[in-house]
């Protein structure tokens, strides 16, 4: 079994900054790329940013030099910077991951969510 966690989410004034981690734990032998999701009500999940194992990072042009994805491989663990916050990027934020374990061979997981809520 692996588990994400996501934390960091709240409420913020727009221009605010929020950090959101996800924690990934189990039984896992790699975390390969990790991502992040943001979702409205009635809406589809829409990419955010992923980052390789490596480091590699891509971002959504809606967030391209307000947002920051990091990890930190020796922790399984994922960040995403969020700052200059607008309205528009209030939603559910959701981690992903594809996770490698010595059981299950690579599969993706994604995280229950964090709520960001900007207000104008």
């Known amino acids: 079994q692996v588990q994400l966690v996501e934390s960091g989410g709240g409420l913020v004034q727009a221009g605010g900054s929020l950090r959101l981690s996800c924690a990934a734990s189990?039984?896992?032998?790699?975390?390969?790329?990790m991502g992040w999701y943001h979702q409205v009500p009635g809406k589809q999940r829409e990419w955010v940013a992923s980052?390789?194992?490596?480091?590699?990072?891509d971002y959504a042009d809606s967030v391209k030099g307000r947002f920051t994805i990091s990890r930190d491989n020796a922790k399984n663990t994922m960040y995403l910077q969020m700052n200059s916050l607008k309205s528009e990027d209030t939603g559910v934020y959701y981690c992903?991951?594809?996770?490698?374990?010595?059981?299950?061979?690579?599969?993706?997981?994604w995280g229950q969510g964090t709520q960001v809520t900007v207000s104008s």
């Open positions: 992903h991951a594809n996770v490698y374990s010595a059981r299950w061979g690579n599969n993706n997981h």
């Open positions: 980052i390789t194992r490596g480091g590699s990072t």
């Open positions: 189990g039984s896992i032998v790699n975390v390969n790329t």
